[in-house]
């Protein structure tokens, strides 16, 4: 007599962040994207009223403003939310790729990021 076992197949379970991990980079994620918005915000006001003022002093000011912040606010921001996203992403069991949305917003934040540390200088007239 044959004696059979029968296994039941267990799916794997993917990878998961422990949740103090994970409310952690989300609690940071979500602080650095609101923060994100917040700054370029500032940024296209300040551009704004640097390029439509016919004061040339003040719209050096606000240029050399601008790279200011770009580097001291705008790329450490768009690391964070970049990095945090990733690990959310990668441990999460839903994943990068699994929904399209997911992919686009790392590809238009890397897009972002990039563009403003690559920004055309800007061409102002020679002070009199």
Not at 43 to 61: G, N, S, Y
Not at 106 to 122: F, G, I
Request: glycine share 6%.
């Amino acid at each position: 007599m044959t004696t059979t076992t029968h296994h039941r197949h267990r799916r794997e379970r993917p990878r998961t962040l422990p949740a103090g991990i994970r409310r952690t980079a989300l609690t940071v994620r979500a602080i650095s994207s609101v923060g994100l918005l917040g700054e370029v915000r500032v940024l296209a006001v300040l551009t704004t009223v640097a390029a439509r003022t016919d004061d040339i002093e003040f719209a050096r000011a606000a240029y050399r403003l601008l790279t200011v912040r770009t580097f001291a606010g705008d790329i450490p921001l768009s690391m964070t939310a970049l990095v945090t996203g990733l690990v959310l992403a990668l441990g999460a069991r839903w994943g990068l790729p699994r929904y399209v949305w997911v992919f686009a917003k790392l590809v238009l934040l890397v897009a972002a990021t990039v563009l403003s540390v690559h920004k055309p200088r800007w061409r102002l007239p020679p002070r009199p």
